[in-house]
């Protein structure tokens, strides 16, 4: 069983950066695009960015264009989420998914693997 570990989440004052990270653990797997949602108290979970798998095609959220940037690193398996200019409604669980498909997707049914999630808190 593929497992996705995520990491970089924390407490960070409004107008920071934070960097997410996220990686499988247990065996390796050919991933395909690869995404982050996030979930915040009381509301549903809700689709942030996602990248193809070969990096050439990213996606966003509205709420999160010109501030977040998704970026991913096939040797490693790995897939990144660089925060910047936090605001305190970007207070949420972070979730890294991944899917064997190639085409990116802000669907979380497209996501065949998901990650725990780790939590960022935006003070203001």
């Known amino acids: 069983q593929v497992q996705l570990v995520e990491s970089g989440g924390g407490l960070v004052q409004a107008g920071g950066s934070l960097r997410l990270s996220c990686a499988p653990s247990?065996?390796?797997?050919?991933?395909?695009?690869m995404a982050w949602f996030r979930q915040a108290p009381g509301k549903e979970r809700e689709f942030v960015a996602a990248?193809?798998?070969?990096?050439?095609?990213?996606y966003y959220a509205d709420s999160v264009k010109g501030r977040f940037t998704i970026s991913r690193d096939n040797a490693k398996n790995s897939v990144y989420l660089q925060m910047n200019s936090l605001k305190p409604e970007d207070t949420a669980v972070y979730y890294c998914a991944a899917s064997i498909a190639y085409s990116a997707s802000y669907l979380e049914s497209n996501y065949e693997y998901w990650g725990q999630g780790t939590q960022v808190t935006v003070s203001s």
């Open positions: 247990g065996r390796t797997f050919s991933n395909g695009a």
């Open positions: 990248i193809s798998r070969t990096g050439s095609s990213t």
